[in-house]
């Protein structure tokens, strides 16, 4: 059983930069599971965003964030980020983290979909307004 705690949403004007954090608790190792963030905009179905490979040398963004998003990961601190640079209204959304068992971060070429992650937290809010 693991338990993630999203953190670091907030207000911000377009072209500001936010730092979101995901704290993993639970007792097994971080280096099991490659992580993705998901974000989920009002009116619409979340969406992945990024993803980490489980040892941290593979990153995938979407093309929305390509350039602009930067996953990392520290594993000894069951900890994921997302930093968020020249964000943009239509990046307002909720953001979740979330552990990929099936590790498809590891050898896939696309952020995986929702299915097959396991373990979500309750998400931060990211608002991006002038």
């Known amino acids: 059983q693991l338990q993630l705690v999203e953190s670091g949403g907030g207000l911000v004007q377009p072209g500001g930069s936010l730092r979101l954090s995901c704290a993993v608790s639970?007792?097994?190792?971080?280096?099991?599971?490659?992580i993705g963030w998901f974000r989920q905009a009002p009116g619409k179905e979340r969406e992945g965003v990024s993803c980490?490979?489980?040892?941290?040398?593979?990153?995938i963004y979407v093309d929305s964030v390509k350039g602009r998003f930067t996953i990392s990961r520290d594993n000894a601190k069951k900890m994921v980020y997302l930093q968020m640079n020249s964000l943009k209204p239509e990046d307002t959304a909720t953001y979740y983290c979330?552990?990929?068992?099936?590790?498809?971060?590891?050898?896939?070429?696309?952020?995986?979909?929702?299915?097959?992650?396991?373990?979500w937290g309750k998400g931060t809010l990211v608002t991006v307004v002038s």
């Open positions: 979330s552990v990929d068992p099936l590790r498809r971060c590891d050898y896939s070429d696309d952020v995986p979909p929702n299915a097959g992650m396991a373990y």
């Open positions: 639970g007792n097994t190792r971080l280096d099991y599971y490659a």
């Open positions: 980490i490979s489980s040892g941290g040398d593979r990153t």
